[in-house]
């Protein structure tokens, strides 16, 4: 079976920095993988790469990024266009600034199903109302009715995960969707995303720096610092059974409600002084090949 | 038993609402008559959800707010009516360190100036060479190296900027400390170190603090005992240990329930519990 995303030595840098060294990672075909890393390791890039949304300033130095084993990067761009909020969505983290400040909710979902699944304005809106009462929207006619900021944050989160899934996406970008919630509200969010990836048999890449978010939605997962993959596999197995020392210190380092205080262990800063020369290392000998 | 540094009494404080014409102000009540007890080098971690109250009740407890009604004693002194002159003397001892330092130090200032500023308005410094001085102790007693004196903020990662609004806070010498989420904007790694820098800190100079937090993990890091907000109200109250072995509240439960811990666990997304929320007043953000 063809895997939904699969990248292959991804290389991104950012005028003389290199933001990926070399990513290779898979998505399988209605499964959920986890990206995690700290600030500035490179999560989000990769998520905007796949997305076809890479700042003006950034550049793929090389690599693949095969959605359903054809290479975005070779792709026309009207073809790859076309994939975009369809075939491959997006859940973005900030709820806030996401959604049009200016457009009632129901214009939003409308335009989107209307330019992608060609819909009459009548099925449209039709449509719109079943996809937030799918995502436990309880009076969806009147939300439709609303602008973003007449609705909790919560409930524009909701609204941002209903569009993403509209149009039976085979990959769906999850770029940190609960960082911004409550700890009650993003469970609610987590249960939904689980819902509605599984209705809709879609994969999807999960970004974000929360552990304990990797583990109780991803099968799989993928550690990443400074632009490399450090340590990837099946969620139980890595946090049970880490083998790289960033992964165990990442999990020493989590607060956990369930343990006593003594047991938090700080990264050591050795540890990252490390893996970021190791990092530029590496930069130099791809240099010296290339040379 | 210990003595109690700060305490408050059927702590009550509104928002004014908009007023009509002729009408009276009317109030949106955030803090619905909240009694807490501080006792002296005991930190307390003060948890609740957005729009719970916890960020208002931080103020007040600094007087950067004034309570509608009831008390605050700091001290054995009653400062919930104080006026800013009558103050004056006892903002030395009780500071704030703010949640996001991007935004809380002055970007045009070195950091040397900055976390001296306190010391020059109280009149505390004696010349030119005791602020290079000051500036390098209090920059060394957060884990900074002393030549961040002459930085600027943007020169910072979010996590020294965070040493540094504490450094800040510490240059008076205050007894009481109201941290409101100072770690919530940081990477895992950086985040543990600063707990443990305040949990040293705590220690060391025997500081008494409000740790506000909505995460009950952090909490548990660092506080000794706990107060659940809950729509303005106080709706569990006790030590740490106690609470997170037994949370007598449904919100509590539901609150711990919903944390999710770094182990896989079959069976944590299917259910979905109903849950209790402050319901918003006003608009419906």
Redesign the interface.
Known sequence: MTAALAIDNLRISIGAANVLRGVSLEVEAGEVRGLVGESGAGKSMLGRAVLGLLPANAAIMSGHIAFEGRDLLQMREAERRKLLGRRIALIPQDPMTSLNPVKRIGAQIGNLLRHHLKLSKRAALQRATELLTEVAIREPQRVLSLYPHEISGGMRQRVLIAMAFACDPALVIADEPTTALDVTVQRQVLQLVERLRLRHGSAVLFITHDLGVVAKICRSMTVLHAGRVLEEGDTAEVLAHPRHAYTRALLAATPRADRPAETLRPVPPALIAQLWSEAHRLDLLDTARSA | MSEILLRTANLRFGYPQRRSLFGKAAEREVIKGVDIAVPRGSVLGLVG??GSGKTTLGRLLVRLLKPTSGHIQFDGVEIGELDDAALRPLRARIQMIFQDPQSSLNPRLRLGTTLTRPLSAYGRLRGKQDRRARAAALLSLVGLPVEFADRYPNELS?GQRQRAGIARALALEPDFIVADEIVSGL???T???I??LL?ELRARLGLTMVFIS?????V???CDDVAILYHGEVVEYGPVARV?ASPQHAYTR????????????PG???D?PP?V?PQ?QG???
């Open positions: 959800e957005s979010g990477d895992v790694s985040q543990a170190h707990l443990l949990k909505h995460d009950l993990s952090l548990r890091v660092l997170f539901q609150l711990l329930a919903a944390i999710p811990l770094p182990d896989v666990e944590w997304l299917d979905s849950v929320k918003p608009s419906a953000a």
